[in-house]
C-alpha cells in the first residue's frame, strides 16, 4: 500500500465507519496519546521500564505494532483535514535532509562507536 493509498483507505472509513474526522485540535490531543501509548511501551520494550504484569510482556511486540499503527492512523487523519499529501511530504524531507546531513552523520564520531 502507498501512502496515497493509506490517505484514501483513512478517508473512506472515516466517511463511512467513522461518520466525520474529530476537529483538527481534537485529532492532535488523540495523536499526542497514542504516541504516549507507544512511547511508554518502548519504555518497558527497550527501556530500563518493566512490565506491570507478565502478561503484557508477552503481548508487547503485539501492541507495539498497534500503537505504531494508531500514532499512523490519525498522523493520516490530521494530513487528510489539512490538505497534506503525505506522500510528497515524505520525499521533500528526505530530500532536505539528505541535502542537510549528507556529511554531518558521516562525520559524525559519535555514530562510529
Not at 63 to 87: H, K, P, R, W
Request: with cysteine.
Amino acid at each position: 500500500m502507498t501512502i496515497q493509498e493509506a490517505q484514501r483507505k483513512v478517508d473512506e472509513w472515516i466517511k463511512t465507519i467513522g461518520v466525520r474526522y474529530f476537529d483538527e485540535m481534537t485529532n492532535t490531543a488523540v495523536l499526542m496519546e497514542e504516541v504516549g501509548e507507544m512511547a511508554r511501551l518502548m519504555a518497558r520494550v527497550y527501556g530500563e521500564q518493566s512490565f506491570k504484569r507478565p502478561e503484557d510482556e508477552k503481548n508487547a511486540m503485539d501492541n507495539l505494532s498497534a500503537e505504531m499503527a494508531d500514532v499512523l492512523f490519525v498522523l493520516i487523519c490530521l494530513a487528510n483535514q489539512t490538505g497534506i499529501n503525505l506522500e510528497e511530504a515524505l520525499i521533500k524531507s528526505l530530500a532536505k535532509k539528505t541535502n542537510r546531513d549528507k556529511d554531518r552523520h558521516q562525520n559524525n564520531k559519535k555514530l562510529k562507536e
